[in-house]
């Protein structure tokens, strides 16, 4: 009998300091056992309230995400922009300017926005969040060109042609 309440009483205690170990306690300690993360940080993005089309180069982009800390844009899904702060909304992304995937051009324009949380955990590369709008260009009535004033040395010989 003693020998059984012995062997019960390692029990608890293994039990105890496996508990501790795996779960950590209350005090701070970090447990030992490896973080696991389930799927890729995902989000949405739709430009300009669901515009069918825009003349805006740099539309409204309205964003979510519950678990992004920062963000990044792309034209094409391959060149992007610097990582930056996550924002519901964001209206400094140019959809033709030549940049980060985009094409100074009028048509049908993909805006891609991926994710990452503090951790580096990264949007799915094969499943971008992304949104579509037709660009158009405004009727250009007018360019400004600076500076306004501009001063040339112009060089002047005269040949004599025997005239």
Do not use: Q
Not at 22 to 32: A, E, K, L, N, W
Not at 38 to 61: C, N, Q, W
Not at 62 to 72: G, I, P, V
Not at 115 to 144: G, M, P, Q, R
């Amino acid at each position: 009998m003693k020998y059984k309440n012995r062997k019960l009483i390692y029990l608890f205690y293994l039990l105890i300091i496996f508990t501790i170990i795996c779960t950590g306690c209350t005090s701070g300690i970090t447990p030992i056992y490896p973080i696991i993360t389930v799927g890729p940080i995902s989000g949405t993005i739709l430009i300009d309230d669901g515009a069918e089309t825009t003349f805006d180069r740099t539309p409204e982009l309205t964003l979510y995400s519950e678990e992004a800390d920062y963000m990044s844009f792309s034209g094409d899904g391959e060149v992007w922009t610097d990582w930056i702060e996550y924002s519901p909304t964001y209206e400094d992304f140019s959809i033709a300017n030549n940049l980060n995937g985009t094409e100074f051009n009028a048509g049908l324009k993909y805006v891609y926005v991926r994710f990452k949380d503090e951790n580096e955990k990264l949007s799915s590369s094969k499943n971008l969040a992304f949104d579509t709008i037709n660009y158009e260009f405004k009727d250009l009535n007018s360019i400004k060109i600076l500076p306004s004033k501009i001063t040339m040395a112009v060089e002047s010989r005269r040949k004599n042609h025997g005239c």
